[in-house]
């Protein structure tokens, strides 16, 4: 391992980091809470798009051209700079403190990329909040690392302000900006990542409440050069309070905002790329249980179509959002850890389910999937306070009107 000084740069190439590698950030706290991040700036080192900002509340850029991830005290960055786009040309990593304390505290702590190691600890600080650690940076069309080692006085969210970023409170932006406004990221969004995990949001009312609660589900080109298979869908089943279900699905932009179901799938995504990643979307009114009655359930499920050939759901890594004005949730469950995840005969995966109740929505992920070779549908049914998801409801694809089953036991309508 070559040791490296503040202020060292090179090129990448020369350190062993000519594909994929990681950069791992190992912080001494000294009984500090510290929060590593991932800055993507643009040529004028400005975060221009909030999606790269890679941290404890977004994990993965698009593309998984930057994905984060802890073991103990360090926070692991693994980087695949093909996959970043155009705007993208440098890469800050930072460290900030979570609360009282300041990096004067600091025990030894380095910073780690390919044969190269910069270490830095508490002796170089003083009262700074913050540190710039590193950075990766395009120069000459060679991508460079720098040492950087530089204290910085406010905390995440100053770091953020200094790249031309904004904290997301909530607050209403002024009207009508001279400027283009900056990327505003929630440092709050939720993740969930565990099936048993569940978070509930405010469904508020009033002026000024948002108008829509917006799911998308997103997936990615698996890097197989086969550009037919990275087709999915999204379907939703919706279980009303008397029990009966109804189906939204693309591609026709079916189901209703102002009338039942009170869903709306908002069209077919048929490709992703590398630097693309597909998203298809649906709008759900946040009066549906009202409008509907009662009490209302939803499963948010990706499914393959066989014509689009032989795939493993999992390596597209379907994920799930939920907005409702400022608050986010992501589900975000890794197929890839499920005994699932390189069966190309399993064809549908369980992104999310939620339990709409009067004004708040409870969301959590799930980690289901189908059987291998079946093509039923995820099914709901109530248990009391909860809902129970069961992989044996009829076969229900998009573009298809499905006004019953056949005289089967399944409330469909």
Same mark, same amino acid.
Not at 220 to 234: I, M, V
Not at 283 to 292: I, K
Not at 364 to 390: A, C, F, M, Y
């Given at each position: 391992?070559?040791?490296i000084?503040?202020?060292?740069k %090179?090129?990448?190439?020369?350190?062993?980091?000519? +594909?994929p590698?990681?950069?791992?950030?190992?912080? /001494? $706290? #000294?009984?500090? *809470?510290?929060?590593?991040?991932c800055?993507?700036?643009?040529?004028?080192?400005?975060?221009?798009?909030e999606?790269?900002m890679i941290?404890?509340?977004q994990?993965?850029?698009?593309?998984?051209?930057v994905?984060?991830?802890t073991?103990?005290?360090a926070s692991?960055?693994?980087i695949?700079?093909?996959r970043?786009p155009?705007?993208?040309e440098?890469?800050?990593?930072?460290?900030?403190?979570?609360?009282?304390?300041?990096?004067?505290?600091?025990?030894?702590?380095?910073?780690t990329?390919?044969s190269?190691?910069?270490?830095?600890?508490g002796?170089d600080?003083?009262?700074?909040?913050?540190?710039?650690v590193?950075?990766?940076?395009?120069r000459?069309g060679?991508?460079r690392?720098?040492?950087?080692?530089q204290?910085?006085a406010g %905390?995440l969210?100053a770091?953020?302000a200094?790249? +031309?970023?904004?904290?997301?409170t909530?607050a209403? /932006? $002024? #009207?009508?900006? *001279?400027?283009?406004?900056?990327p505003?990221?929630?440092l709050?969004?939720?993740t969930?990542?565990?099936?048993?995990?569940?978070?509930?949001v405010?469904?508020?009312?009033?002026?000024?409440?948002?108008a829509?609660?917006?799911?998308?589900?997103?997936?990615q080109?698996?890097?197989?050069?086969?550009?037919?298979?990275?087709?999915?869908d999204?379907?939703?089943?919706?279980?009303?309070?008397?029990?009966?279900?109804?189906?939204?699905?693309?591609?026709?932009?079916?189901?209703a905002?102002d009338?039942?179901p009170?869903?709306?799938?908002?069209?077919?995504?048929?490709?992703a790329?590398?630097?693309?990643?597909?998203?298809?979307?649906?709008?759900?009114?946040?009066?549906v249980a009202?409008?509907?009655?009662g009490r209302?359930a939803?499963?948010f499920?990706?499914y393959?179509?066989?014509?689009? +050939?032989?795939?493993s759901?999992?390596?597209l890594?379907?994920i799930?959002r939920?907005e409702?004005?400022?608050?986010?949730?992501e589900?975000?469950?890794?197929?890839?850890?499920?005994?699932?995840a390189?069966?190309?005969?399993?064809?549908t995966?369980?992104?999310?389910?939620a339990?709409?109740?009067?004004?708040?929505?409870?969301?959590?992920?799930?980690?289901?999937?189908?059987?291998p070779?079946s093509?039923?549908?995820?099914w709901?049914?109530?248990d009391?306070?909860?809902v129970?998801?069961?992989?044996?409801?009829?076969?229900?694809f998009?573009?298809?009107?499905?006004s019953g089953?056949?005289?089967?036991?399944?409330r469909?309508?």
């Amino acid at each position: 391992m070559n040791e490296i000084g503040r202020g060292q740069k %090179g090129k990448l190439a020369d350190i062993g980091c000519s +594909g994929p590698f990681t950069v791992t950030v190992e912080m /001494a $706290p #000294a009984g500090l *809470v510290i929060d590593v991040a991932c800055f993507g700036l643009d040529a004028n080192s400005r975060l221009s798009d909030e999606r790269f900002m890679i941290f404890f509340n977004q994990k993965a850029s698009p593309a998984d051209a930057v994905k984060y991830d802890t073991r103990g005290d360090a926070s692991i960055f693994a980087i695949d700079l093909a996959r970043l786009p155009a705007s993208i040309e440098r890469l800050v990593f930072a460290a900030s403190i979570d609360g009282e304390g300041d990096m004067k505290r600091l025990g030894q702590s380095a910073m780690t990329l390919g044969s190269a190691r910069f270490g830095f600890s508490g002796a170089d600080f003083d009262t700074e909040k913050a540190v710039i650690v590193g950075e990766l940076y395009l120069r000459d069309g060679a991508w460079r690392y720098g040492a950087v080692g530089q204290g910085f006085a406010g %905390g995440l969210s100053a770091l953020l302000a200094h790249y +031309g970023g904004a904290e997301d409170t909530g607050a209403k /932006a $002024p #009207a009508a900006p *001279v400027a283009p406004a900056a990327p505003r990221v929630s440092l709050s969004k939720v993740t969930l990542t565990k099936p048993s995990e569940r978070h509930v949001v405010s469904l508020v009312k009033g002026a000024g409440a948002p108008a829509k609660l917006v799911v998308r589900a997103t997936w990615q080109d698996n890097g197989d050069n086969n550009s037919g298979n990275d087709d999915l869908d999204l379907r939703v089943g919706l279980l009303l309070p008397d029990g009966r279900m109804k189906f939204i699905t693309a591609p026709d932009r079916s189901g209703a905002f102002d009338s039942a179901p009170y869903v709306h799938h908002m069209g077919d995504v048929q490709l992703a790329s590398a630097k693309q990643p597909a998203t298809e979307t649906v709008e759900v009114n946040p009066a549906v249980a009202q409008l509907s009655g009662g009490r209302v359930a939803l499963v948010f499920s990706v499914y393959s179509a066989l014509g689009n +050939g032989s795939v493993s759901v999992a390596s597209l890594k379907p994920i799930m959002r939920m907005e409702y004005g400022e608050q986010v949730v992501e589900c975000a469950f890794d197929f890839n850890g499920s005994p699932a995840a390189g069966n190309s005969s399993v064809y549908t995966y369980v992104i999310g389910t939620a339990i709409i109740d009067g004004d708040q929505i409870s969301l959590g992920p799930s980690g289901q999937t189908s059987e291998p070779g079946s093509e039923n549908t995820p099914w709901l049914q109530w248990d009391g306070e909860r809902v129970r998801v069961t992989m044996d409801g009829p076969m229900v694809f998009k573009g298809k009107h499905n006004s019953g089953f056949n005289g089967s036991s399944y409330r469909y309508s």
